[in-house]
């Protein structure tokens, strides 16, 4: 009896018909002392996954070489000394700048006093050692005749024939310069070509 009393007090069919409707939504739980829980909200979109692939290593540009130094140029070499040309090839073109000085020289020959060629000049019907040969009996001959007639030294010996001339002349004391002359050639200037280049003889033989 006192149970029903005590329901009948606390329940009424009003509240029973709440009770009802309570049943389907169900209440919070408040915890005592903590503050309201504030209703859910949505949750923020979901960031893109980042990769965990490694990224392919950025181009790093190729080291730029530095350009090459070049070293100077060497200087030039100081120009070789020229080739000092012998005393024969001093010889020879002493004849031959007689011979181009003056076309009427057809032949030229440098002859020892004691007959051997030196240098010469000479056309290929003629032998060097023929020519010297005769050079020196003719210019032993002159000597012999100029010293016994009382002339002095020999300095030029003179031949004339039908088809030219010979002619010796003194190349210092060492030597005799002879020159085959055609029959039309001016002697005056024969001589003294030949005079010019005997003097040159003399200097390179000293």
């Known amino acids: 009896m006192a149970d029903n009393a005590f329901g009948d007090f606390f329940l009424s069919d009003g509240d029973d018909a ?8 169900p209440a919070p739980v408040v915890v005592p002392g903590s503050p ?74 440098l002859v020892s006093l004691d007959g051997f060629t030196m240098a010469a000049a000479l056309p290929d019907s003629m032998q060097d050692d023929r020519v010297g040969a005769m050079s020196a009996a003719i210019l032993g001959l002159g000597e012999r005749a100029a010293a016994e007639l009382g002339r002095g030294a020999l300095t030029q010996v003179f031949i004339e024939g039908e088809t030219g001339y010979v002619m010796l002349i003194a ?33 390179i033989l000293g």
């Open 36 to 109: 309201a829980q504030a209703p859910a909200q949505a949750a923020p979109p979901a960031e893109p996954p980042v990769s965990t692939a490694a990224a392919p290593p950025a181009e790093v540009p190729a080291p730029v070489e530095p350009a090459p130094v070049q070293a100077p140029a060497p200087e030039p070499r100081a120009a070789a000394v020229a080739h000092r040309p012998s005393r024969e090839e001093r010889l020879a073109a002493a004849l031959d700048a007689l011979m181009e000085n003056n076309q009427e020289v057809l032949a030229a020959a």
């Open 18 to 25: 709440f009770a009802e409707d309570d049943e389907l939504l």
């Open 171 to 203: 190349a210092g004391d060492k030597a005799v310069l002879t020159c085959i002359a055609d029959v039309e050639a001016k002697l005056g200037l024969v001589l003294y070509d030949m005079r010019d280049t005997a003097d040159t003889i003399a200097e």
